[in-house]
């Protein structure tokens, strides 16, 4: 299993902690209200139920076989393929054009694509979507932390860890220091928490010194 399949099952479990626990910021909903684009919110939702299903093993605290992991990346392409679709046609879809439901779930087929290009397309809607409030502020950490990853860069906001030695560590990180702050300003729940989420979902021991800016 390589690095980046591990990689693509933490922003899973990520997603799915966040789901269960409310954020420390929540978006502005109260109640359902009307979308311009029902066929398209069905759609996505619909869409997000396939993806979901083909990452049961991962969801049920197993490691996947090898044709369970092939069967994740075909449909992670082809769900990127639809993805930027729909962004050509619709352009990003906002809250308003499908609601949050709807949003989140091309937020969390977005962090499964192997498309940086895509990701990268959609990165500055998903931010103006969090700042107003209208989806949680983790997911645009997740996708920005993404992004960086696919770049080979560090990430922001911590919301990918890796296996080392049979631990969950978080992945490397851009000045640890200030980690929890740059947290905090976006609305999240600070790392420690966020990674015993994590240990609690994967079963696994913490390395909790991977948390910990190193000493000079």
């Keep these: 299993m390589n690095h980046s399949r591990l990689r693509a099952l933490v922003l899973l479990t990520a997603f799915a902690c966040l789901a269960l626990v409310a954020p420390a910021q929540s978006p502005r909903t109260q109640g359902p209200r009307p979308v311009k684009n029902e066929e398209l919110r069905r759609e996505l939702l619909h869409m997000l139920e396939e993806d979901q299903a083909v990452r049961a093993p991962s969801l049920e605290g197993r490691q996947p076989t090898e044709a369970e992991f092939r069967s994740m990346r075909e449909r992670d392409e082809a769900d990127t393929k639809r993805l930027t679709e729909i962004i050509n046609k619709y352009g990003f879809p906002s809250v308003a054009l499908v609601g949050i439901d709807a949003t989140r779930a091309f937020v969390t087929m977005l962090l499964h694509s192997a498309s ?59 000045d640890l220091a200030r980690l929890d702050e740059r947290r905090r300003k976006l609305g999240m729940r600070p790392i420690s928490e966020y990674a015993k989420l994590l240990a609690e979902m994967y079963k696994m021991p913490l390395d909790e010194s991977s948390l910990l800016p190193a000493r000079k």
């Design 116 to 174: 940086l290009e895509l990701q990268k397309r959609a990165l500055p809607h998903v931010e103006r979507a969090a700042r107003r409030r209208e989806i949680p502020p983790d997911d645009f950490a997740m996708l920005t932390d993404d992004v960086l990853a696919n770049e080979h860069k560090p990430q922001l906001y911590g919301t990918n860890f890796k296996f080392v030695g049979g631990k969950l560590a978080l992945d490397a990180t851009y």
